[in-house]
């Protein structure tokens, strides 16, 4: 039985070049993580899309922008203390890609939600500056979605939202 899977497309330079002037709108950080959501659909592929914001200090990720709002709202926060996830992704600064049900379930604590709502593969993106994550772009999508080549994409775009991050934080 073939499955009708959504198509994906290449990243281009004319892409890039829309999320540099995302980047000159006034409406930070809104315009810049709604043209990387928009994107990344296109380029990687998501049903959930969130972007967090990283508090070294008290170990907790803010989310700043969220396409499904009912399920995370933007403000949520979370606790991410001496997990083998926040090690990976906060500390070392490296891509999560799981990829079945049971890599969403060792890494998250609200797995139940994330898998009520069909989702049962992950994509995290470190955000990084200055040799320090502070923050991160998250894709879920089903079950088999993400592919290791999506990581060299989405740390592409994610460097996108630095600036947008850094500024809300004091």
């Not at 879920?140 to 740390?155: C, F, M, N, T, V």
């Given at each position: 039985m073939l499955i009708d899977m959504p198509s994906r497309r290449e990243l281009r330079v004319e892409d890039l070049s829309l999320l540099a002037e995302a980047l000159r709108a006034a409406d930070q950080p809104h315009a810049i993580c709604h043209a990387l959501e928009k994107l990344g659909s296109e380029t990687i592929g998501h049903r959930l899309f969130t972007v967090m914001r990283f508090d070294s200090n008290r170990s907790e990720v803010q989310r700043i922008h969220t396409n499904m709002p009912s399920a995370y709202p933007t403000g949520g926060r979370k606790q991410k203390k001496a997990?083998?996830?926040?090690?990976?992704?906060?500390?070392?600064?490296?891509?999560?890609?799981?990829?079945?049900?049971?890599?969403?379930?060792?890494?998250?604590?609200?797995?139940?939600?994330?898998?009520?709502?069909?989702?049962?593969?992950?994509?995290?993106?470190?955000?990084?500056?200055?040799?320090?994550?502070?923050?991160?772009?998250?894709?879920?999508?089903?079950?088999?979605?993400?592919?290791?080549?999506?990581?060299?994409?989405?740390?592409?775009?994610?460097?996108?939202?630095?600036?947008?991050?850094?500024?809300?934080?004091?």
């Open positions: 997990t083998p996830w926040a090690d990976q992704v906060l500390g070392e600064m490296k891509v999560f890609r799981g990829t079945a049900p049971a890599d969403i379930v060792s890494a998250f604590d609200d797995h139940e939600t994330i898998l009520g709502l069909g989702l049962g593969s992950v994509l995290n993106i470190p955000i990084v500056f200055d040799g320090r994550c502070v923050g991160t772009m998250n894709f879920l999508h089903q079950a088999g979605w993400y592919r290791s080549e999506d990581e060299r994409i989405g740390l592409l775009l994610g460097a996108f939202l630095v600036p947008a991050i850094l500024n809300g934080q004091p």
